[in-house]
């Protein structure tokens, strides 16, 4: 049975920002003005106070009203919304929240690792900037002044509010004993998903405060979609760019080209490692070596040379040695659908495949189609493909979101 989801938002565009995570898992969603009544039969529910530009007394009590008119029995999770550069009454509407509520315990994880909000030392960061020091600390409206999540929220509580290191995350160490209110660091989406696990290990009543991240990690742990799959062997700067945006929430396994030319080494262990990765539900990429460090092309280049190919060889050598093992991978494999990069590569991977062709779903991006394919050995795959110096620095993970949503295909 599907679970049913209250969140409350300070503003329009963050109430469907974190509505459209309920949506794209096929979960019916309201988003509610406060103040108006919550249709029956509305599934899940997204209340917006629009209250992020009032003063603080004024935002805590419009909140607290809202609040006040949900029977909050008739939902499995209660989320406070934040926005992800802590803008706005932060911890005035999160208080008012959890005293309507009568939370149990009180997490405070407002990462949002796929935009580069990130926590570290309980200071909030942009891009690994502490927001104090960004423009963000300038907005005419409500400019950030404090970017410490303990500080933030130990002005509103009389009670202790516990502070919970990245390696604490990451060693599993909660001292959930310690008290009611806790806030995190979170660099990654597993690192929410090991705090969202943790907390609800407890077995307590739990009021969420974080971003359309934590909502889209807890509904990620209630049903899990399976890890999409990239194949990249693009040596375009722009490719090189969006690889190392992925890199910190994405597995990425590099083929080494040279050494396979120069038979050192095999593509069975590579192949194996993706097969691994993704059956433990990690987004995974496999990339040829020189897609991650452009160093690498001139290494392949000569351990081509060795063997009399000019480099147009080589790098159709690469597109048959990056099919060969797709192939293999989804064979092995269950993906929620596979990104491609460059013509060569995704040509690669179709023919490996044996598909007929395919049929267009949508354009999830300007450049970026998104198709189902049509015969072959991967009838119905989902593919999303992207020429090489093309896309956002975030492509990759927008395409993986974007292959896992459950109104495509």
């Not at 690994?128 to 970017?147: F, H, M, Q, S």
């Not at 597993?190 to 405060?209: E, F």
């Not at 899990?224 to 690889?243: D, E, F, H, K, Y």
């Not at 990056?322 to 494999?333: D, H, P, T």
Request: some cysteine; charged content about 25%; overall charge negative.
């Amino acid at each position: 049975m599907a679970k049913h989801y209250l969140i409350i938002a300070d503003d329009f565009t963050g109430a469907n920002d974190t509505g459209v995570q309920m949506c794209r898992r096929g979960l019916l969603t309201s988003v509610i003005f406060a103040g108006k009544a919550i249709p029956e039969e509305s599934g899940s529910v997204v209340i917006d106070t629009e209250s992020r530009g009032m003063t603080p007394e004024e935002a805590a009590k419009v909140t607290a009203g809202a609040a006040k008119s949900v029977d909050f029995a008739s939902y499995d999770y209660v989320i406070k919304k934040v926005d992800s550069t802590l803008r706005g009454n932060v911890a005035e509407e999160s208080k008012a929240v959890d005293d309507a509520y009568g939370s149990e315990l009180v997490i405070f994880a407002p990462a949002l690792p796929a935009l580069g909000r990130t926590t570290e030392g309980g200071i909030h960061k942009l891009n690994g900037v502490r927001l104090t020091e960004t423009e963000i600390a300038k907005d005419p409206r409500k400019p950030v002044r404090e970017d410490n999540l303990q500080k933030i929220l130990q002005k509103v509580y009389q009670e202790a509010v516990t502070y919970v290191s990245l390696d604490q995350v990451r060693k599993k160490e909660f001292p959930f004993d310690a008290g009611r209110v806790f806030v995190f660091d979170a660099k990654t989406d597993v690192d929410l998903r090991t705090i969202i696990s943790a907390a609800k290990k407890t077995g307590k009543k739990v009021l969420w405060i974080g971003t359309a991240a934590i909502a889209d990690n807890i509904m990620e742990l209630e049903n899990p979609t399976l890890p999409a799959l990239g194949i990249v062997a693009s040596v375009s700067a722009v490719t090189n760019r969006q690889l190392h945006m992925a890199e910190e929430n994405t597995t990425l396994v590099q083929i080494p080209v040279h050494h396979i030319l120069d038979g050192s080494v095999t593509l069975k262990p590579y192949v194996d490692q993706v097969v691994e990765a993704l059956g433990r539900g990690e987004d995974t990429i496999l990339l040829s070596s020189s897609s991650y460090d452009r160093a690498e092309m001139d290494k392949s280049a000569e351990a081509g040379k060795k063997l009399g190919m000019e480099i147009w060889e080589v790098s159709a050598f690469v597109q048959k040695m990056m099919g060969q093992a797709a192939l293999e991978i989804l064979s092995r494999a269950d993906v929620s659908g596979v990104f491609a990069t460059g013509g060569d590569t995704a040509m690669g991977l179709m023919s490996y495949l044996e598909s007929d062709g395919s049929t267009i779903l949508s354009e999830i991006t300007v450049g970026l189609p998104m198709m189902k394919l049509v015969g072959g050995k991967k009838d119905g795959l989902k593919v999303v493909t992207k020429a090489g110096a093309f896309g956002e620095e975030d492509a990759i993970l927008f395409a993986f979101r974007k292959l896992k949503e459950k109104n495509f295909g």
